[in-house]
Every structure is written in C-alpha cells, then in structure tokens.
C-alpha cells in the first residue's frame, strides 16, 4: 500500500500500530511550542497519500498545531490528505439553543471538510444527525464503531449484564451485546448540570448477584456512570464494571468512579492512552482498505 501516517507525539504509539497493520510508513510530526504559547510544526514532505493520525480531546489547543500540519502537508505535494481522528470534538452542540450560540459541530465539521478529502472517526457523539456525511457533504466522512473492539474484551466474562445508563447510550450497548447475546438494560436519565445526574434504570433488580458492565461511548467527569453504579449497587450486582469507547476522565474523576464502587474501567486507545487500553487499530485498518484510501 501506499500512504505514510504522519502523527502527532501525544498520539504516537496508536498511530505506530495502525502503520504495522496497514504495512505503510510512519513519520512522527515535529512539533515545539514557544512561551507565548504559539507553535511550530514541522513534517517531512510527501508525495504520496498522507494519514494524518490526531486524536482531537483538548480539542481547542490541538486544532491549531493540526491544520498546521495539514496545510504544510499539501504545501509540500501530499497527493491526499486524510484526518484519522479516533475522537473528533465538538460534535454535541448541532443546533443553537439561544440566540447568538455558535452551533459548533457545523463550525469545525466545516473546517475539517475545508482541509481534509476524507475523514475517520470512531463513535462520534451525534445528537440530532444520524451520520457524519450529513455535516461533512464535501469531504469522505466516515463514522466507525467500537463495538467489535469492546465486545472482543467481554467474550471470555462470565454472561455479563450490560447497562446503558441512558438512552443515548442504547446503540452502543446493543451493539456490544448482540454478538455475544447478552442481556441488556438502558436506563433513562434526567440532566440538571454538568455533575449533577438523575437515573433510573427499569428492569435493574436484574443485576441481583451478577457482573454488571456499565456501557457507553465517552466518560469525562464519571457522574453518569456513579449515579448508575449506585443503583446498581442497591440491586445487588455482585461487581460493576465499565466500558467505553473514549476515556476523557481526569484521575480525580476516575478516583471517584472508583470509590463509587466501579471495580474496572476500560476504554480503547481512542485518545494515546496505551497502557491496558482496547486497540483500535486492527478496526480502523479494516475500514481504510475497505475504502481504498491507499490504492
């Protein structure tokens, strides 16, 4: 195949194992930043298909330093430049809910599409639109699923009760549970701030003495999956796991998900982390042959 992956330090080990399984070069993007807080970015000239392998949690200090790296690329003769970006940001806010609010999806699925022929993603967090082409109509806009990888991990447990704390987590928990037919409860959830979460889980005294594995596609501060924990807790659930697709939790968030009683948390390699996390690699090379990317 053809094509060199180009990947930024934080996203290095990730990006190195996609380059293994797709037998393509890799090439590791310079980058310094100055004390005024501006940055270089430096990447060898190509001119074959360029990959360029970013993962975009922290979003609003890695754009910048990403569409620098993009337009220097097709500068230097990339015949075509393809984002992977195993967590896109800003994909939640699809509408304005008050006057003068920027729709942010729109906004920077509009400055991918300016600069990218194709862009890859996996699990993207959509709302109200059912498919990344519908906010990237000019570009290759491809959404993938982690659910292959997570149900992968869960093949050797011993019939786990796989929990949605919500209805926005349904897609993904089906998904995982299918291949493997395992039961499945969704919860329903009621919202008052950032932290602050209300749930109930219909069908919960299922989890009477058995693993009950929490599902969803990204955990940041941890308060959906404490509250659900703790009903799960009172059914009697004999250990409580989670599982998800984008781990952005803090270690402070983790240490509470701890204490509430959460025995295990894992999460793919969505974001650089490496150590005990789930590859996605296997899952995204597939779909790049599978799109021809590469010739």
Do not use: C
């Amino acid at each position: 195949m053809e094509g060199t992956i180009f990947a930024f330090p934080e996203g290095r080990d990730a990006a190195m194992r996609l380059a293994g399984e797709l037998g393509i070069g890799f090439s590791e993007v310079a980058l310094r930043r100055f004390p005024d807080g501006e940055s270089l970015v430096r990447v060898e000239p190509t001119q074959g298909v360029a990959l360029l392998y970013r993962s975009l949690d922290d979003p609003n200090a890695k754009l910048i330093e990403l569409f620098l790296a993009a337009a220097t690329l097709r500068e230097n003769g990339a015949r075509r430049l393809i984002l992977i970006a195993p967590y896109l940001a800003y994909m939640r806010q699809d509408v304005a809910f008050h006057r003068g609010e920027a729709v942010s999806q729109r906004v920077i699925a509009g400055m991918l599409a300016e600069r990218f022929d194709a862009v890859l993603t996996v699990d993207p967090h959509l709302h109200r639109i059912h498919s990344l082409e519908e906010v990237m109509p000019d570009t290759e806009a491809v959404a993938l699923s982690a659910a292959p990888a997570l149900s992968s991990v869960l093949a050797d447990a011993d019939y786990p009760l796989l929990v949605g704390p919500d209805s926005e987590s349904r897609q993904w928990v089906e998904a995982i549970a299918a291949p493997l037919g395992l039961d499945v409860l969704v919860g329903e959830k009621l919202r008052s701030g950032d932290r602050e979460v209300a749930i109930r889980i219909p069908g919960v005294e299922r989890a009477e003495g058995r693993l009950a594995v929490l599902v969803d596609d990204v955990v940041s501060s941890g308060a959906t999956l404490i509250e659900a924990a703790r009903l799960l807790r009172e059914a009697g659930a004999a250990r409580i796991e989670a599982l998800a697709t984008h781990g952005l939790a803090r270690p402070d968030d983790l240490a509470r998900m701890a204490e509430a009683g959460i025995a295990a948390l894992r999460f793919t390699d969505s974001v650089g982390k490496s150590d005990g996390a789930i590859p996605l690699a296997a899952l995204i090379a597939a779909e790049i042959r599978r799109q021809r990317w590469l010739g």
